[in-house]
């Protein structure tokens, strides 16, 4: 697998996705989540792809998988549809990329406002009666963890847009009332990543 494959398969799915060939498509996301799970340079290597480059259309993926999980209509996002196939395997793929590469945290940025959207319905009364959903606002938790892990600058701006955020809205609540034990872990360990060694914002 080859970083021009995983590039271009997800560039099919950022412009239509439900016109890609998904059983192949979900199988080159999930041989580079294991890919990038283990092996830096590779991570390295898919953030600076230019050809076309990767962070446009996985900012396009994460608006389109907010978009379904917030959806009122249930048919948007139910058991088989190309969006509720692909969410797992893209927030895999996303936690995985950013995970110790300061490059790719700062690319990544651009997709916090579709994760805590997504965190946010994923964290409702209805969506967590779903083990499939909660397992999916565990990874959102996850990602939110490795976005910010020794990026003080990130740290910075999302602690700061979080502590004013209205209780009702404030996703690290909601995660940390998650029934899930992993999901609260991850919580906990972004919330350490933002306050340690800040004094102004412990």
Known sequence: MTTQTVISAIHLLAIDPDQANLSETLEILEQACSRLARDSEFRHELGTF???????????LWSKLSDAVSASEESQFEA?????NLSQPLVRFTRNIVAAVS??????????????????????????????????????????SNLTAANDDIQGRLWNVYMHSPEERNIILRLLGS????????????????????????
Request: aromatic share 8%; with cysteine; charged share 20%.
């Open 103 to 144: 490059r790719n945290q700062l690319k990544a940025e651009a997709i916090e406002p579709w994760l805590r959207q997504s965190i946010f319905h994923l964290t409702s009364f209805y969506r967590m009666q779903d083990g499939d959903m909660v397992m999916l606002g565990r990874l959102c938790a996850q990602t939110l």
């Open 50 to 60: 230019n050809d076309p480059p990767l962070w446009p259309d996985l900012v396009s």
């Open 179 to 202: 029934p899930d034990a992993r999901t609260k872990m991850a919580t906990v360990v972004f919330i350490l990543n933002c306050v340690r060694n800040s004094q102004s914002r412990a």
């Open 80 to 84: 088989g549809s190309v969006m509720r």
